[in-house]
C-alpha cells in the first residue's frame, strides 16, 4: 500500500513559478514510476508529466514541456513538479500517482495509488 501527500500548491501570477512535492509512503518507493496530473471541473483528467523509478526518464506533456519539470529524491521518497513561466491554463487540481512498476507511462489507468490533490490557480 503507497500513501501519497501533495503539498505546494498555491496562488500565483501569471509568468510566476510554484513547486509541487508528493511524499509517497512505503516500501520500494524507487520501483515505483511516478506521475503528475491535473484536472480542471467538468474536463477529464489529463496528465502532466511522470518520471521513471530511477528517475532517469521524464515525459511530459506538450503543453507544459519546457516549463515544467518533474524530478524524485528516492532517498526522501518524494518527487517534485516545478513549474516555471506559469500561465492562467495551468490552474487546476494537480494529483501526484504512482504505478507498480519501474517504467513511466502517461495513461491514468496504469497508476494505481493517488493523492488527494493540490489546487493551483494561476492569476492573470
Known amino acids: 500500500q503507497v500513501q501519497l501527500v501533495e503539498s505546494g500548491g498555491g496562488l500565483v501570477q501569471a509568468g510566476g513559478s510554484l513547486r509541487l512535492s508528493c511524499a509517497a509512503s512505503g516500501r520500494n518507493f524507487g520501483a515505483n514510476a511516478m506521475a503528475w496530473f491535473r484536472q480542471i471541473p467538468g474536463k477529464e483528467r489529463e496528465f502532466v508529466a511522470g518520471?521513471?523509478?530511477?528517475?532517469?526518464?521524464?515525459y511530459y506533456a506538450d503543453s507544459v514541456k519546457g516549463r515544467f519539470t518533474i524530478s524524485r529524491d528516492n532517498a526522501k521518497n518524494t518527487v517534485y513538479l516545478d513549474g516555471n513561466s506559469l500561465k492562467p491554463e495551468d490552474t487546476a487540481l494537480y494529483y501526484c500517482a504512482a504505478r507498480m512498476a519501474p517504467l513511466v507511462t502517461d495513461t491514468e489507468g496504469t497508476y494505481i495509488y493517488w493523492g488527494q490533490g493540490t489546487q493551483v490557480t494561476v492569476s492573470s
Open positions: 518520471i521513471s523509478g530511477t528517475g532517469r526518464i521524464t
